[in-house]
């Protein structure tokens, strides 16, 4: 398996811009979450989905950030407008209850750039 | 809410010398589990603790899990310059599914 994917890998955009950041889950993995990372506020979780449906979206920052999950195996996070606050490493990762492992495998992130 | 915090926040050490991280949660956790983030890389799952007092070893890392379920450490032995990176423990409590981070600890191996 290829792991979990996620594009673009960077993002450099102007600010009041749309960014729609992607993910393709681990194939069979029931459950998919979206990361932030920074320097000031760590690893946060955005939001959540098992099934294709958000279960806790509490960390979604505010109304300019949206995720969907069209499908078992797409998902996107989209910011619009854009601020530089925003910038950041985006991760996404998933899991699996099968086996009882918790375990979550993280893809490669999106480093985004708002200027 | 949950809140886990993980101290030190940066660590050097000189290669061979051992290291330790630290990971105290707010309230009772089901599992903890720790990550280790390579510089410029995504956190990848090192193992997960569920039982109250568990230990658990891969080669020269040792994991344990405070009595309370709680608190939980992270030791390495004799640092090697493939050590280096940032170490997460991160919980989960009840039945959810999603882990609460620590910040993290950020060790720097000296060769």
């Known amino acids: 398996d290829a792991g979990v994917i996620q594009s673009p890998r960077h993002e450099v955009t102007e600010m009041g811009q749309e960014v729609t950041l992607r993910c393709k889950p681990i194939s069979g993995h029931d459950y998919l979450f979206w990361y932030r990372q920074t320097m000031m506020r760590g690893l946060e979780l955005l939001i959540y989905?098992?099934?294709?449906?958000?279960?806790?979206d509490s960390g979604m920052p505010e109304d300019r950030f949206s995720a969907k999950m069209p499908n078992a195996s797409f998902s996107t996070l989209k910011i619009q407008p854009s601020e530089p606050r925003d910038s950041a490493v985006y991760f996404c990762?998933?899991?699996?209850?099968?086996?009882?492992?918790?375990?979550?495998?993280f893809g490669p992130g999106t480093r985004l750039t708002v200027l | 809410g949950q809140q886990v915090m993980q101290i030190p926040q940066y660590q050097h050490v000189q290669e061979g010398e051992d290291f330790t991280t630290y990971c105290n949660s707010s309230t009772t956790l089901s599992n903890i589990q720790w990550y280790k983030q390579r510089p410029g890389g995504h956190p990848v799952f090192l193992i997960q603790?569920?039982?109250?007092?568990e230990v658990k070893k891969q080669k020269r890392l040792t994991f344990q899990f405070g009595e309370a379920k709680k608190n939980s450490s992270l030791h390495i032995t004799a640092t090697q310059t493939t050590d280096v990176g940032t170490y997460f423990c991160?919980?989960?409590?009840?039945?959810?599914?999603?882990?609460?981070f620590g910040s993290g600890t950020q060790l720097t191996v000296l060769p």
């Open positions: 989905f098992n099934n294709n449906v958000p279960i806790d």
């Open positions: 990762a998933s899991s699996s209850l099968i086996g009882g492992g918790n375990e979550q495998f």
């Open positions: 991160a919980g989960t409590s009840g039945s959810a599914r999603q882990l609460t």
């Open positions: 603790l569920v039982k109250s007092g």
